[in-house]
T-cell receptor, first 115, second 112 residues
Framework: EPEVTQTPSHQVTQMGQEVILRCVPI?????FYWYRQILGQKVEFLVS????????KSEIFDDQFSVERPDGSNFTLKIRSTKLEDSAMYFC?????????????FGPGTRLTVL | QKEVEQNSGPLSVPEGAIASLNCTYS??????FFWYRQYSGKSPELIMF????GDKEDGRFTAQLNKASQYVSLLIRDSQPSDSATYLC????????????FGTGTRLKVLA
């Protein structure tokens, strides 16, 4: 069964460093998303991506964040100048069509720890 | 601010009982509703989705939707200890790219 994959599973970084979180969405899916979940809190939308451009971003997704689809399979989230409060689980998700009509499938997540 | 509300629990039910999980949402125009299960430290796993008013059954799970009351629920019949997890209600936004808005989740404990 096709699934969304994410690497690394756990990333530890020093405050101020840049990290890149990687995702491989399901191959025939067209819409890609990043969510984050701070420990003990709800899953929060960060950004959606379609046709090689950002479709929508939340107020969390400021200039510190960027996304890219560098090739036909990978979808990356870059966090520049990490802060302690960026520590969270980051989930990539993909859907075949618009999420209003198609369910989103989530990857296993990357746990980001900023020291 | 569009909100999705869930009782955080924990909701404790004995093995074999019916677990009832509830969710309310504020955006009256929401069209699609999803239930995810999340084990501690893991990613959300889709259980069911529902688009239309009424009930939708899938095995031991039944989703119920009442758009007039802005209420969606999940019933788990014959609850098993392996059902112990946090259940997330997600509602697709009516704007933009239909991103999901999640509730905080209800922690379910099924007691053997």
């Amino acid at each position: 069964e096709p699934e969304v994959t994410q690497t690394p599973s756990h990333q530890v970084t020093q405050m101020g460093q840049e990290v890149i979180l990687r995702c491989v969405p399901i191959s025939n899916h067209l819409y890609f998303y990043w969510y984050r979940q701070i420990l003990g809190q709800k899953v929060e939308f960060l950004v959606s991506f379609y046709n090689n451009e950002i479709s929508e971003k939340s107020e969390i997704f400021d200039d510190q964040f960027s996304v890219e689809r560098p090739d036909g399979s990978n979808f990356t989230l870059k966090i520049r100048s990490t802060k302690l409060e960026d520590s969270a689980m980051y989930f990539c998700a993909s859907s075949e069509g618009l999420a209003g009509l198609d369910e989103q499938f989530f990857g296993p997540g990357t746990r980001l720890t900023v020291l | 601010q569009k909100e999705v509300e869930q009782n955080s629990g924990p909701l404790s039910v004995p093995e074999g009982a019916i677990a009832s999980l509830n969710c309310t949402y504020s955006d009256r125009g929401s069209q699609s509703f999803f239930w995810y299960r999340q084990y501690s430290g893991k990613s959300p796993e889709l259980i069911m989705f529902i688009y239309s008013n009424g009930d939708k059954e899938d095995g031991r799970f039944t989703a119920q939707l009442n758009k007039a009351s802005q209420y969606v629920s999940l019933l788990i019949r014959d609850s098993q200890p392996s059902d112990s997890a946090t259940y997330l209600c997600a509602v697709s936004s009516t704007s933009g790219t239909y991103k999901y808005i999640f509730g905080t989740g209800t922690r379910l404990k099924v007691l053997a």
